[in-house]
């Protein structure tokens, strides 16, 4: 650490005008920048509030950061618009991973004005780190040195053992006011920080968020009982028995896929895996029984992500089924193109699974800069909500976190999710903006709606998946994150009705798989996060003009602290999920070598990543890019979805929503038909 006394006094020569300010008014050099809210609900849990403890030492070592004003980032999502509404001029011309990156980071002016701030304040400049995409810069200084630079005082914060530093308010220089986004530590509390001079309290308690974990993983859900139908006998052997049996064939006759495809390099799809873990020899046993022209020991390329591992041993625990199926439907639909799988975080992350946050450390993998990304309040993976590493466990992944190691596939698909409200909002916000990135780069973020109807899965914190608030005891619908996210396309399920066949129409996905999970249907309804995107806007108006679900609602405040208000069961202004839909019942595939019935929202993502796929393929063939974000597209395009009208999503002693003509909350716009998806996108630029 080079701070010497020279540097020290540098900096007070400085200041020296403002001596004063510390304990007073600021002088007219500085201006008030932030302030606490002393209601406000930014710190993770608001209920559980921190206890303000005494001042630092003001030796001790403060890792600040200082956002810098991005550029662009309220333009992000009308530059998204740009490259993916068909009837823009630039529709489908996509950015270049460092055209983004240059077009959220701060301008130059801003870094140098900041930069040369602090070196005049006698800051070493060769301590001042810098991130790939410029949006923050990083130093370490002793506590005095950055209560001078920022005029404001430090004192620590405690809450369960915890300690973390941050100030009531803090300033910065005027002609620096428009380039600095916030500090941290500032209002915002700094990371858990280790503080001799705090006695940890004999009781000291796990931190209650993480009580609130879930499985994240919606598994396909296994059923067992036998169903006594009658097949149809009109149709080919293969397909008249859809509906009890539902197979790669089906699929296709469904949505007429084609049987053939030209693979061409790069358009390998990709999944998302995390915990669960595929199984060569269940692969293999799907493929010999319901996809035989894909040869023994066909498997995805492999990309471990933080140390996760692949594949399994059959019998393994880790081998729960998400993977196995993913995997299958994929390679059915896209034989002989090639699959990509990322196996996410080490084994005893993913083992506990008890972190809140999830997906970070895949995004940091495959884009770099978003390892040190800020935005929001938030730089970085945040400390215990996101795996850390090295894990130094023994045991854990012992190497530096990924970083941009890979180059993000043009299809991504991730059957994984968890309730919005399980994650901080400027966690969420933050990550969804990655979303954006990849989306304004062309790739195409495929992402399972849940499999419990207007809520989330039963779990400690709430026996019923739904929300309380505002007076109300779970009778709140609960929507998912990621999948609440505008910039991605949520995918939700439906089913053949019993009896029916592929020659008819499909219902929403709805079944009792027994107990704890009763209410098994396909996810929906409205994010109390994210407004209402414009690409959305005249089918949810629509949607509540002609078919009002006649339910009590809300309208979500900015911080979301109002759910439940007036009687309200959703927020009547939120982003409506899902987009789309496809089957997800009766799936036929191994597991732990035993051939069983899988339902999900989990089998529809992977089907969608399949029809992208084949689409992008047949475009890059004519000399054309890739379709990246598709939610403009389909929304202006919904005749080339069929409709589902029937079935609903009912949770939380309420009946949900029901599936209607046009866009819903239970099944989107619809299921694919193929051939029309395939001929808009070759007429689109
Ligand atoms: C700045 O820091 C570097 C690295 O710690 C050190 O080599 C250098 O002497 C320092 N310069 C001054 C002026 O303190
Ligand atoms: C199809 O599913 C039904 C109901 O689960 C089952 O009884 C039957 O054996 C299955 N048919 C085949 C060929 O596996
Ligand atoms: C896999 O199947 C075998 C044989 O039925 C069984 O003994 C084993 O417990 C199963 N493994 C898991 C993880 O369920
Ligand atoms: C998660 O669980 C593991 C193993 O039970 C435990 O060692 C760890 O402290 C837990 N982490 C958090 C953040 O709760
Ligand atoms: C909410 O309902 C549950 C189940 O009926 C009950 O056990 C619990 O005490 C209720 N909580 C409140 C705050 O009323």
Same mark, same amino acid.
């Given at each position: 650490?080079?701070?010497?006394?020279?540097?020290?006094?540098?900096?007070?020569?400085?200041?020296?005008?403002?001596?004063?300010?510390?304990?007073?008014?600021?002088?007219?050099?500085?201006?008030?920048?932030?302030?606490?809210?002393?209601?406000?609900?930014?710190?993770?849990?608001?209920?559980?509030?921190?206890?303000?403890?005494?001042?630092?030492?003001?030796?001790?070592?403060?890792?600040?950061?200082?956002?810098?004003?991005?550029?662009?980032?309220? =333009?992000?999502?009308?530059?998204?618009?740009?490259?993916?509404?068909?009837?823009?001029?630039?529709?489908?011309?996509?950015?270049?991973?460092?055209? #983004?990156?240059?077009?959220?980071?701060?301008?130059?002016?801003?870094?140098?004005? @900041? *930069?040369?701030?602090?070196?005049?304040?006698?800051?070493?400049?060769?301590?001042?780190?810098?991130?790939? /995409?410029?949006?923050? =810069?990083?130093?370490?200084?002793?506590?005095?040195?950055?209560?001078?630079?920022?005029?404001?005082?430090?004192?620590?914060?405690?809450?369960?053992?915890?300690?973390?530093?941050?100030?009531?308010?803090?300033? @910065?220089?005027?002609?620096?006011?428009?380039?600095?986004?916030?500090?941290?530590?500032?209002?915002?509390?700094?990371?858990?920080?280790?503080?001799?001079?705090?006695?940890?309290?004999?009781?000291?308690?796990?931190?209650?968020?993480?009580?609130?974990?879930?499985?994240?993983?919606?598994?396909?859900?296994?059923?067992?009982?036998?169903?006594?139908?009658?097949?149809?006998?009109?149709?080919?052997?293969?397909?008249?028995?859809?509906?009890?049996?539902?197979?790669?064939?089906?699929?296709?006759?469904?949505?007429?896929?084609?049987?053939?495809?030209?693979?061409?390099?790069?358009?390998?799809?990709? @999944?998302?895996?995390?915990?669960?873990?595929?199984?060569?020899?269940?692969?293999?046993?799907?493929?010999?029984?319901?996809?035989?022209?894909?040869?023994?020991?066909? *498997?995805?390329?492999?990309?471990? @992500?933080?140390?996760?591992?692949?594949?399994?041993?059959?019998?393994?625990?880790?081998?729960?089924?998400?993977?196995?199926?993913?995997?299958?439907?994929?390679?059915?639909?896209?034989?002989?193109?090639?699959?990509?799988?990322?196996? #996410?975080?080490?084994?005893?992350?993913?083992?506990?699974?008890?972190?809140?946050?999830?997906?970070?450390?895949?995004?940091?993998?495959?884009?770099?800069?978003?390892?040190?990304?800020?935005?929001?309040?938030?730089?970085?993976?945040?400390?215990?909500?996101?795996?850390?590493?090295?894990?130094?466990?023994?045991?854990?992944?012992?190497?530096?976190?990924?970083?941009?190691?890979?180059?993000?596939?043009?299809?991504?698909?991730?059957?994984?999710?968890?309730?919005?409200?399980?994650?901080?909002?400027?966690?969420?916000?933050?990550?969804?903006?990655?979303?954006?990135?990849?989306?304004?780069?062309?790739?195409?973020?495929?992402?399972?709606?849940?499999?419990?109807?207007?809520?989330?899965?039963?779990?400690?914190?709430?026996?019923?998946?739904?929300?309380?608030?505002?007076?109300?005891?779970?009778?709140?619908?609960?929507?998912?994150?990621?999948?609440?996210?505008?910039?991605?396309?949520?995918?939700?399920?439906?089913?053949?009705?019993?009896?029916?066949?592929?020659?008819?129409?499909?219902?929403?996905?709805?079944? /009792?798989?027994?107990?704890?999970?009763?209410?098994?249907?396909?996810?929906?309804?409205?994010? /109390?996060?994210?407004?209402?995107?414009?690409?959305?806007?005249?089918? #949810?108006?629509?949607?509540?003009?002609?078919?009002?679900?006649?339910?009590?609602?809300?309208?979500?405040?900015?911080?979301?602290?109002?759910?439940?208000?007036?009687?309200?069961?959703?927020?009547?202004?939120?982003?409506?999920?899902?987009?789309?839909?496809?089957?997800?019942?009766?799936?036929?595939?191994?597991?732990?070598?035993?051939?069983?019935?899988?339902?999900?929202?989990?089998?529809?993502?992977?089907?969608?990543?399949?029809?992208?796929?084949?689409?992008?393929?047949?475009?890059?063939?004519?000399?054309?890019?890739?379709?990246?974000?598709?939610?403009?597209?389909?929304?202006?395009?919904?005749?080339?979805?069929?409709?589902?009208?029937?079935?609903?999503?009912?949770?939380?002693?309420?009946?949900?929503?029901?599936?209607?003509?046009?866009?819903?909350?239970?099944?989107?716009?619809?299921?694919?038909?193929?051939?029309?998806?395939?001929?808009?996108?070759?007429?689109?630029?």
């Amino acid at each position: 650490m080079g701070y010497s006394l020279r540097a020290f006094l540098a900096l007070a020569a400085v200041v020296a005008v403002t001596d004063s300010s510390v304990n007073g008014l600021p002088s007219t050099n500085y201006v008030l920048h932030e302030t606490r809210n002393p209601t406000g609900t930014g710190e993770f849990n608001s209920h559980r509030q921190w206890k303000r403890g005494s001042r630092l030492d003001p030796n001790a070592i403060v890792p600040l950061r200082i956002g810098l004003v991005q550029s662009n980032i309220d =333009l992000g999502y009308e530059k998204l618009m740009q490259v993916s509404d068909p009837s823009s001029e630039s529709f489908g011309s996509h950015l270049s991973e460092a055209e #983004v990156h240059d077009l959220f980071a701060p301008a130059d002016e801003t870094f140098d004005a @900041v *930069h040369s701030w602090l070196v005049e304040a006698g800051v070493n400049a060769s301590d001042i780190r810098q991130y790939a /995409n410029k949006g923050w =810069l990083a130093i370490d200084l002793p506590v005095s040195y950055v209560e001078d630079l920022f005029l404001t005082q430090y004192h620590e914060h405690e809450r369960e053992g915890v300690v973390k530093i941050g100030c009531d308010e803090y300033h @910065v220089p005027k002609h620096l006011a428009q380039h600095i986004d916030y500090i941290v530590p500032g209002v915002k509390l700094s990371p858990p920080m280790l503080k001799r001079s705090i006695e940890k309290r004999a009781d000291t308690s796990v931190n209650n968020y993480r009580k609130g974990w879930k499985p994240k993983q919606m598994p396909p859900a296994l059923l067992d009982l036998e169903k006594a139908l009658a097949p149809s006998s009109k149709l080919p052997k293969d397909l008249q028995d859809c509906a009890r049996n539902f197979t790669a064939i089906c699929y296709r006759a469904l949505y007429q896929i084609p049987e053939v495809n030209v693979p061409v390099p790069g358009n390998e799809p990709a @999944v998302f895996e995390s915990g669960d873990t595929f199984s060569q020899q269940d692969i293999d046993s799907y493929s010999q029984k319901y996809a035989s022209y894909i040869p023994k020991g066909t *498997h995805p390329k492999v990309l471990s @992500v933080d140390g996760g591992k692949a594949p399994v041993a059959a019998n393994s625990p880790f081998n729960t089924g998400e993977s196995d199926i993913d995997i299958d439907i994929l390679q059915t639909l896209i034989w002989p193109q090639s699959m990509v799988l990322y196996q #996410v975080d080490d084994r005893l992350y993913t083992t506990a699974n008890n972190m809140s946050g999830f997906l970070n450390t895949f995004l940091d993998a495959l884009d770099g800069s978003y390892c040190h990304y800020s935005a929001y309040g938030i730089s970085g993976d945040s400390p215990g909500v996101d795996p850390s590493y090295p894990d130094k466990r023994p045991g854990g992944y012992a190497g530096q976190k990924l970083c941009g190691a890979y180059k993000p596939n043009k299809v991504i698909s991730i059957s994984y999710g968890e309730g919005e409200i399980d994650v901080p909002k400027n966690y969420f916000l933050r990550q969804c903006n990655e979303w954006l990135k990849l989306g304004l780069q062309g790739t195409t973020v495929l992402v399972s709606s849940g499999d419990y109807g207007a809520a989330m899965p039963p779990h400690e914190d709430s026996d019923s998946g739904c929300l309380s608030g505002s007076g109300q005891n779970q009778t709140i619908y609960n929507p998912g994150n990621p999948v609440s996210c505008p910039y991605l396309t949520a995918v939700g399920a439906t089913q053949l009705e019993p009896g029916t066949t592929v020659l008819d129409a499909e219902g929403a996905m709805q079944t /009792n798989l027994g107990p704890g999970a009763e209410f098994f249907a396909s996810g929906g309804g409205f994010s /109390n996060y994210f407004p209402i995107p414009s690409y959305q806007k005249t089918a #949810v108006s629509s949607y509540f003009a002609k078919h009002d679900p006649g339910h009590p609602y809300y309208v979500a405040n900015s911080d979301a602290s109002n759910i439940g208000e007036n009687g309200g069961i959703y927020n009547r202004a939120g982003r409506g999920i899902p987009d789309i839909s496809a089957n997800g019942a009766n799936f036929r595939a191994f597991n732990n070598q035993s051939d069983g019935h899988w339902f999900g929202t989990s089998l529809a993502a992977p089907l969608w990543a399949s029809v992208i796929t084949l689409i992008n393929q047949e475009r890059a063939l004519i000399g054309k890019k890739s379709v990246g974000f598709i939610n403009p597209v389909l929304y202006s395009h919904a005749s080339a979805l069929t409709d589902i009208k029937q079935g609903s999503n009912p949770n939380c002693g309420t009946s949900g929503f029901t599936a209607v003509e046009g866009w819903d909350p239970v099944t989107g716009l619809g299921t694919p038909k193929y051939p029309d998806l395939l001929k808009i996108w070759l007429e689109l630029p």
